[in-house]
């Protein structure tokens, strides 16, 4: 072993290589950026560059001796490393050449390095047997900004709603009684309401402001406080009023939008059947038009064909029934209907029976009821005739003839509801990694026995690689969902059936996402976690339903992808079926054999963070899926089998295809945003939530990937691999980005989370 | 397109081969059944057998026309389809021969062909137009059989113990307060003490009959009763009563352990602090043996320190209390000694603090609770003294003279604990398994508008997938862990570090299964699995915890795979690791070397449903995955890491190690049951099941299988075809095995599952 001492020069460099090879996550391309630097040092002699040159080789690392030597130098030398500084590891070479060297020498500054490379004090500081003055996190970003950025341009409503959510109305507390935590909750809504929060998207004449997007932003906030507040306030202004406002015309709204709004009349919204949950075309209620009396009469005919899970159904004054609309004996499809259910003394009216749904997983601050019809008479005009009507004359009119376009059309209103459930599943995520985070950061677990302390739980690798894409996921589905309700309210694009579509994927996949989001919470703050005060318990019951409700996932999942290749089928309806089949196979052929097998094992930092490698990857599998479902249903259906039985033969393949077509959708839509920010520092870090984002997601298909050759073996690795080392790389900014997501303090109570 | 009337020989095929066509799931190997009972059979004529080999080459198979000519030969014939005949399709087309032949024809039987290609009348009912009488399960498996098979040796005390279950005491209902609930459960747990339950593993002179093995079985099923019951059951007779009898000796035994298990004495195990919730030997509180009063002195020094999550804390007049036994000065490591709570009113002994837990996400019938010592003395008779105890002349001895095997050894005792654990998860999986698919049996939605009746969901592909694979895990687990429980219950096997690190990862990967199969199900009910009345919602909040307690899986996955390592450490510790090393790497490449591409690429059935295959593709992950990790480490020990950081550096490989080597140690011990089983009609359903779950788990992993080249593209494919078709396979025997579970009438209360 050598005992000579290293020319400051030289030495400048050797914590920096002892930090490389240590690390062997370090590629070629990586090395290039080192190798650069030594050669363009001018401080450097000839022979010394050769020296630090032969030392970065990947093919021939330094040898272990080599290795050992340089650590024995760095702790001889006595030099604490500074996390809280600049450039930790830069700075940290400095005091090493100052130790050894008296004189003072100027040396090439590496800084560039340390930052090129994403080296993070986490990465490293374990490597030395130096005391480390330990920062649990880095104050680089600030939360402040970030939350900023996320609010957009509704900051003034939030930042109005957060506040009222300080009023001790909204004090949390467990309730385990469900009827005085019902009132309590009605309570906080009829507070909102009386404060013009419930009419914010209603029209000005009715008491609002028309902002459907800041709803949906305000509905996620109110996540915070409690998850039954967000899920009735939604039914009472969202879906009762919601149902109103844009199935019912001006006469309904004059009469009832503004007391809505104000939560004065309250009331439910009727569609789901005990027997018929996700197929709402086939619901049995019935709506007959009587001309003798000018009256509908609303009719549950069987025994499970009574409403079911209605939020609000105890509290209510009035329903909007969805049912089959019979006039003159022709069944004219669902429409929806007012129908009173209570009088003034909130007694039920004549022909109405409602039940309690009694206690549920979550949510049991919501009054869910089943109701049943029997002959119940209502005017004429209660029926909500926006696509279909009544004439004056007793005969059917609307002015969409075709029945299943119509009933598409009704079912369209809904979309802004799914795109709301999706926020407030976000919310909930946001909340529980708020808390599993800074419990993360505080709590200390095992250790070497040399250390005093133990290690924060948030230094483990596998508590970074469970929480950290969690915490980019959030990022890329917030701005996703922000898109797609800006796209939903854009008047300009009347045909909303694309939005649609995208709707029914994100809602899936995002409350999916929250749901293991929260689990994944629960287990990583272990026991506590489980306790009640710490909200994750509660949030995990509430969340839970929200893959169910406003539609079942998977079965929207399917919609979304039948969306997908009615869009193909357009495509090929014009050119002929076989003729496109033909093209896309070649293409997709094309793309693999003309970068097969260089691309597919292509493995480098800057090919593996760069944009268009995980744009070409997702959007390679969504449209691979839709060539090969295609290829699938049409070989079916030439041997003659009805196309309702092929489809049901591709089912999984569906949902596949939904999946992969809202994951690319969530990651084009973020990274189209973070292209346009300005600020490059905050640029630069959602560049590396995205780039976490689509390689976590890659990775977690790559099963497939290998199957089609996408992916090579090398490459897959090498993924997964990145995919740790950025969250080793997020790391020191996770508190920064929790705090980001805006939670007010006064809701976040966990008693981990302080 | 032909109009001829195929002769009866050649029509009796028809059918067959409409659906062998129609299903591209037949691979070559299956063909070629179909192949020679064609070239064997004596009623065909030589220019016959060439027309139908002639459709049966699956390089070119039958064109379009003749596809549907044989459906509409099939439609015309007007057959309806006997789906409870005992080979429906063979009879099918007897009576489609009858019909278009008057004459009495005598045909080869084809019967054989059904059954040894797996056909079930849900591959095929739907691709005919003609008229189905639906079954919606086969009665062919007995479910009382099956549960006797899971029962095996615990027969009589099991169906005793659900008899028991029968009392009202046990009636299930909605627990809101958490007293109340507390109080209910109490009754419940005294009631089974009162009737031998309680003492049932300890030994006969303290009224038990020494029955662990059946204990651990019984806990299952109180599952079926109520969790918070389970588990509070468990608290007192396992882990405060165990403690007493496998840590304590004789003078302890008599004086405890006939009280605690009549319930007559309750206690509460005080292992865990607030502080150090997985790291045992970290804990705080100290036992400060004094000379001069010979009392050991228990104390919790800091805020942090006290004990937490501490079942039956509110209820019990005495503790099992782990402490830092300090005597002369000198800290001996953790020991438990017995710390009286309370007199006989139930009121705090001086310096004793009690906090109630609070509500939690589930098992509100246990009372948690957080305990504080104040310098509280109880004589030196009270530490538990089997391992380590102080002589009356004040001073520290013990038998095991490391501290750390002493520390591992009295762990050791909690290993029964934790087969529990994973049992108790097991019984809730099976619950809501039950519950799901009899749910899925009667529940009808959506459809094709022509037939009156919507689908069942169980007949949704989606749905098969996601519950079957589920079901075959439960049987696979159930098995390994009886085997489990009975080498830990083995006398003549007294060193148990094996099925330590073993109990270890099953614990682990069972709680997890089952946490994620009640979750399943819970979505697979849709909203009617959110009610608390279909119990899925309680099993999931009870058995959230259980992947948390007893041992945090992470930290006991890293234990196993710690094992796993050792095992293989001791092997190099004689030839020399470099040697080992190098030997294994070579075998591993031999492995693949010999066998790659054509066993990577066989996709033949037989080949696939080989157990040799399964139990070769899931060991050579394990002995891979330790094999690449053993050179992990090396190399960063090598360059002077230490060891502690070096085993950090690994975090995530070594939880993918614990994870397959308990996969494999599942399997193979399912597998070694079922070669052992005489009934060849439910061998062959017990096959089905292992390998449904040893393809399920490939797959799972086949990115890693396609990286490491173990899998190619084709064969990763086909295994994932295989699944489903194997989940369609067992479509008609659902009802069956989750009967076979065996959960009594009277537990089985939610309304859905009527």
């Avoid at 950025?149 to 949390?172: A, S, V």
């Avoid at 230094?459 to 797609?484: E, I, N």
């Avoid at 196979?585 to 493995?603: A, C, H, M, R």
């Amino acid at each position: 072993m050598q005992k000579q001492v290293y020319p400051p020069q030289v030495l400048k460099y050797i914590p920096l290589f002892y930090v490389i090879w240590s690390d062997n996550l370090v590629t070629a391309s990586e090395i290039n950026v080192v190798q650069n630097t030594i050669e363009q040092d001018e401080k450097l002699s000839p022979s010394e560059k050769e020296d630090l040159l032969n030392w970065l080789q990947p093919k021939n690392p330094p040898a272990d001796d080599v290795m050992k030597n340089w650590k024995l130098f760095i702790s001889n030398s006595k030099v604490k490393l500074i996390e809280s500084e600049t450039h930790p590891l830069a700075s940290f070479s400095e005091k090493i050449i100052r130790h050894y060297h008296t004189a003072t020498v100027e040396t090439t500054p590496l800084e560039h390095i340390e930052v090129n490379l994403g080296i993070q004090p986490n990465h490293y500081n374990h490597l030395f047997d130096v005391d480390v003055v330990h920062e649990s996190s880095s104050n680089y970003y600030d939360a402040a900004r970030l939350d900023q950025l996320l609010k957009g341009k509704h900051t003034l409503l939030i930042d109005n709603f957060r506040q009222t959510l300080n009023h001790p109305i909204f004090e949390w507390d467990i309730h385990r009684n469900k009827e005085n935590f019902r009132q309590k909750v009605l309570d906080q809504v009829t507070f909102l309401a009386e404060k013009g929060f419930g009419a914010l998207a209603y029209p000005n004449d009715y008491g609002g402001t028309n902002n459907m997007e800041g709803y949906a932003y305000m509905f996620e906030n109110m996540m915070y406080a409690d998850g039954s507040l967000c899920i009735k306030f939604g039914v009472q202004f969202g879906l009762f009023g919601g149902s109103i406002q844009k199935l019912g015309t001006k006469k309904h709204h004059d009469q009832y939008l503004t007391d809505t709004g104000k939560a004065k009349l309250l009331g439910c919204f009727a569609m789901t059947e005990t027997g018929h949950g996700s197929n709402v075309r086939g619901i049995k209620t019935t709506a007959t038009y009587d001309p003798k009396t000018d009256h509908i009469i609303i009719h549950t005919p069987g025994n499970n064909d009574n409403k079911e899970y209605i939020g609000n159904a105890l509290h209510s004054k009035m329903a909007s029934v969805f049912a089959q609309l019979i006039v003159n004996g022709k069944n004219e499809g669902v429409h929806a209907i007012l129908v009173p259910l209570r009088d003034k003394n909130h007694e039920l009216l004549p022909g109405v029976k409602v039940e309690d749904n009694g206690y549920k997983l979550g949510l049991n601050g919501v009054d869910n009821g089943k109701i049943w019809f029997h002959q119940v008479a209502v005017p004429r005009e209660n029926l909500l005739n926006k696509y279909g009507d009544i004439t004056e004359d007793g005969n059917y009119k609307s002015d969409i003839k075709n029945p299943n376009k119509r009933f598409f059309t009704m079912l369209g209103t809904l979309v802004g509801g799914r795109i709301c459930v999706a926020r407030a599943g976000l919310g909930g995520a946001k909340y529980s990694l708020t808390v599993a985070i800074k419990h993360a950061l505080q709590r200390r677990q095992f250790n070497d026995s040399i250390k005093v302390q133990e290690d924060l739980l948030m230094d483990y690798p596998s508590h970074q690689v469970r929480l950290t894409p969690l915490v980019a996921g959030t990022y890329v589905y917030h701005f996703a969902l922000d898109k797609m309700m800006e796209t939903y309210c854009d008047e300009s694009q009347p045909d909303k059936r694309v939005v649609e579509t995208q709707v029914a994927g994100l809602k899936s996949i995002i409350t999916w996402y929250a749901n293991s989001t929260i689990q994944e919470c629960r287990e990583a703050c272990g026991g506590k976690g489980y306790l009640l005060e710490n909200r994750i318990a509660d949030l995990k019951g509430d969340v839970d339903i929200f893959t169910t409700f406003e539609g079942d996932n998977t079965v929207l999942l399917l919609l979304a992808a039948k969306g997908v290749l009615s869009d193909f089928k357009a495509e090929f309806n014009s050119a002929g079926f076989t003729a496109v089949l033909k093209i896309l196979g070649i293409q997709l052929n094309n793309t693999l054999t003309t970068s097969n097998p260089v691309y597919s094992n292509k493995v480098d930092k800057e090919h593996l963070y760069n944009p268009k490698f995980h744009k070409h990857a997702l959007n390679y599998r969504t449209r691979r899926l839709t060539y090969t479902l295609a290829m699938r249903i049409r070989d079916y259906i030439k041997q003659g089998m009805p196309s309702y039985q092929a489809f049901l033969k591709v089912q999984t393949h569906l949902l596949a295809l939904g999946k992969a077509y809202s994951v690319e959708l969530a990651y084009e839509t973020f990274s189209t945003y973070v292209v346009t920010m300005e600020d490059d520092k905050y640029k630069s870090l959602f560049e590396k939530m995205a780039t976490l984002y689509a390689l976590h997601e890659i990775r977690k298909d790559a099963a497939w990937y290998l199957e089609q050759g996408y992916l090579g073996s090398t490459k897959s690795k090498a993924i997964r691999q990145r995919v740790e080392r950025l969250c080793t790389e997020l790391r020191p900014h996770l508190n920064s980005l929790v705090n980001g997501f805006g939670i007010p303090e006064h809701c976040l109570t966990a008693p981990i989370a302080q």
